[in-house]
């Protein structure tokens, strides 16, 4: 099995920032959606980014922004990599000159496959629990045994995950990579840099 990438989302301070590339993590992401309580200025995203140590991956996550919002953004913030986390279509991912992968939310009936299928630009999918209204970061678990055995890219598997049951997801799912928010924090939008330690350490110790 090929080692499994681990991403903490919802990154808000220097402090956290520098907890997850101690702990070993391959990427954070930054929130620009104003609704979520892990959301950050164009300002706190330039500091993070510019106190992370080499390849650490920044990953900034959009809930249908528009295009105008979106390349201000990246004029002003040295992204690596687009998170789409909304009702985007295939188009309005596209165009930025950075990778990018979307995230669906999986609710029971769902053809996953069906939906991957729409984005075949993307670089990955995220796979991420659906509750009506919510976008993101619920910090449910969802049904893995809906995902289809193989799929068209490599899968980050999200939703609900914390360092007492991502050993489990890795197993049954054998993912590309996992995300994690709320399953690491003290509070909304404050990591816990011990359980940002214990997740990344499990996933490692998974393989």
């Not at 650490?56 to 913030?77: D, P, Y």
């Not at 769902?110 to 995220?126: M, V």
């Not at 509750?131 to 193989?150: K, M, N």
């Not at 404050?190 to 393989?207: C, E, L, P, T």
Request: aromatic residues 6%; proline residues 6%.
């Amino acid at each position: 099995m090929s080692i499994v990438r681990s991403k903490i989302c919802g990154i808000t301070r220097i402090e956290d920032a520098l907890a997850a590339a101690e702990a070993g993590a391959d990427a954070i992401g930054l929130v620009f959606y104003a609704k979520s309580p892990r959301a950050v200025s164009v300002q706190q995203a330039r500091a993070i980014i510019a106190a992370l140590p080499p390849f650490i991956t920044t990953v900034g996550l959009f809930v249908n922004a528009s295009r105008c919002e979106i390349n201000e953004l990246l004029e002003a913030v040295p992204l690596d990599l687009l998170q789409f986390h909304g009702d985007e279509s295939p188009a309005d991912c596209e165009g930025y000159h950075r990778p990018w992968f979307k995230a669906l939310r999986v609710g029971n009936g769902e053809d996953i496959a069906a939906q991957i299928a729409r984005y075949p630009n993307a670089s990955a999918i995220l796979l991420d629990t659906f509750v009506a209204g919510v976008p993101g970061g619920t910090g449910e678990r969802f049904d893995w045994s809906l995902i289809p055995p193989t799929l068209p890219k490599p899968l980050i598997l999200a939703g609900g995950l914390t360092a007492d049951n991502v050993q489990q997801a890795i197993a049954q799912v054998r993912p590309y990579a996992v995300d994690v928010s709320g399953g690491v924090e003290a509070s909304k939008g404050i990591k816990d840099a011990g359980k940002v330690a214990a997740f990344v350490q499990r996933v490692r110790s998974a393989m």
